[in-house]
């Protein structure tokens, strides 16, 4: 510590009024100008930064002047709407000429407002500021994407099939032609609701295995042939349908939706095993998401991109 550091130091101390109090401002005042002031550095285009002095850093009085905000300094945060038009009406509410909208149209859809979306790529803004729709799939959707492809036994397979059988449809109704389109592109004639609900409801199978020997004259080697038949109850040859349409909600309180459903049976070590596939189910869903975010661009005249946003 130099001359004038004592001196100040000194002066400090003092109990005297008047000029020593007077000269112990004046050199504490100079002391903090050599010592806690801060070196500002121009390090060329445009770039200057500040070297503080040993134990001394600089901090942000940004924080204690948002104390004293009559209001938010900007719009921010996520709102989430529970329903379609809660969710327009909220965009309503809040778009601005830069915002936007974005889709995901996958296995779990949703829309999103982005309303303080940047303007263009000299105009950005934080982004930070959104409403979120989670498109609400539906518990019949759920229960029939979740047997998708999956064998059942025959127990099994009929308990659930008829927990369900109020969701086939006759494939003779106008709006279920779509699911009977796929069924009889893959050379499926669609099965009637009696039909299926037959199958699910005390339907007894049992295989008949039969077995025939061919033999190779040339090497004396011999081929055991197998033949196995699956028959209903009484020994009947069972008729199993292909496949069969049935029309649900993809949505919660949605509309219902016409899906192709194909039925498969096989013998697997002397059991028969069941199994469900839906047909390009995925394509209906994606196409129904892609329809109602359409209708929201349509409504807030706000653009719309299939994907998500940054950040």
């Given amino acids: 510590m130099g001359t004038t550091d004592k001196t100040a130091v000194e ?119 959104r409403a979120v729709y989670q498109f609400p799939l539906s518990r019949e959707w759920t229960a029939w994407k979740g047997i998708d492809g999956k064998a059942m036994e025959q127990a099994a397979f009929a308990s659930w099939l008829e927990d369900h059988a109020a969701d086939v449809v006759d494939p003779t109704l106008p709006e279920v032609g779509s699911a009977v389109d796929k069924l009889r592109a893959v050379e499926i004639a669609p099965a009637t609701p009696t039909q299926v609900l037959t199958l699910s409801r005390g339907v007894e199978l049992r295989v008949e295995s039969s077995v025939a020997s061919k033999a190779n004259l040339a090497n004396g080697s011999t081929k055991l042939l197998f033949d196995e038949a699956v028959k209903g109850e009484g020994g009947t040859p069972l008729d199993v349908p292909g496949g069969f349409a049935i029309a649900i909600p993809l949505f919660d309180g949605g509309d219902h939706y016409a899906l192709a459903v194909r039925l498969r049976l096989r013998v697997e070590r002397g059991k028969v095993l069941w199994t469900l596939a839906l047909l390009r189910a995925d394509d209906v869903l994606r196409e129904a998401v892609t329809a109602n975010a359409e209708s929201v661009r349509a409504d807030t005249a706000l653009p719309l991109f299939y994907g998500t946003p940054e950040g």
């Fill in 11 to 129: 002066a400090l101390d003092t109990d005297a009024p008047g000029e020593h109090a007077d000269n112990a401002v004046a050199s504490a005042l100079a002391f903090a100008r050599r010592h806690a002031v801060p070196t500002l550095l121009d390090l060329g285009e445009g770039v200057r930064v500040a070297s503080m002095p040993p134990g001394v850093r600089l901090a942000s009085v940004k924080v204690l002047l948002d104390e004293y905000r009559t209001k938010p300094e900007r719009l921010r945060g996520r709102a989430t709407l529970e329903t379609l038009a809660a969710f327009t009406a909220h965009v309503q509410r809040f778009k601005d000429a830069g915002s936007a909208l974005f889709a995901r149209v996958g296995a779990s859809p949703s829309l999103t407002a982005v309303y303080d979306y940047h303007r263009g790529p000299s105009d950005g803004r934080f982004g930070d500021h």
